[in-house]
């Protein structure tokens, strides 16, 4: 056990070197979808945001079920209503989600510079639109390559 600070706070966890073992033994958390995801990071960066705001940051229509998705694992929660005709709620990340990825606080999420760079390390093409290619030839997306470690993302095998 390792003791890390986290969301402000202090908490226990697996050492590093004992996590394969643990993996046999207890069930892996389930994966969210990458709607879910997509949505996650885009109010995760862009916190407080509305439901249209994601939409037309994500260029689609966000179905409520990742929302739900979201509230049921503690990930985002409701901060208020804009004050804009309709009221629409504004969504933020909660302490779960500082928790869920073993951030101290939000300014440990990798900068919009390093998150270009690992684009561009994963061979990423972007089309005009602003959408992504995926990864030349494969048709996964520039973030399949890569895993969660600490402060950022590496590359899978580095």
Same mark, same amino acid.
């Given at each position: 056990m390792v003791l890390v600070e986290v969301a402000g706070g202090w908490q226990f966890r697996t050492a590093p070197d004992l996590a394969p073992r643990l993996t046999r033994v207890m069930p892996r958390p389930r994966?969210?979808?990458r709607?879910?995801?997509e949505t996650l990071a885009i109010i995760a960066y862009h916190q407080p945001c509305t439901r249209a705001e994601i +939409? +037309?940051?994500? /260029?689609v229509s966000l179905s409520q079920q990742v929302l739900d998705t979201l509230l049921e694992a503690e990930l985002i929660l409701p901060l208020g209503r804009k004050e804009v005709? /309709?009221?629409p709620i504004l969504w933020g990340t909660s302490a779960g989600f500082?928790?869920?990825?073993g951030l101290k606080d939000l300014g440990d999420l990798p900068r919009r510079e390093e998150l270009l760079w690992m684009c561009r390390q994963s061979g990423t093409r972007r089309h005009a639109g602003g959408g992504h290619a995926g990864r030349r030839g494969t048709g996964r997306p520039w973030y399949a390559g890569l895993r969660y470690a600490g402060r950022g993302c590496t590359r899978r095998g580095s």
């Open positions: 994966r969210l979808a709607s879910t995801m +939409e +037309e940051i994500r /260029g005709p /309709g009221r500082l928790r869920h990825f």
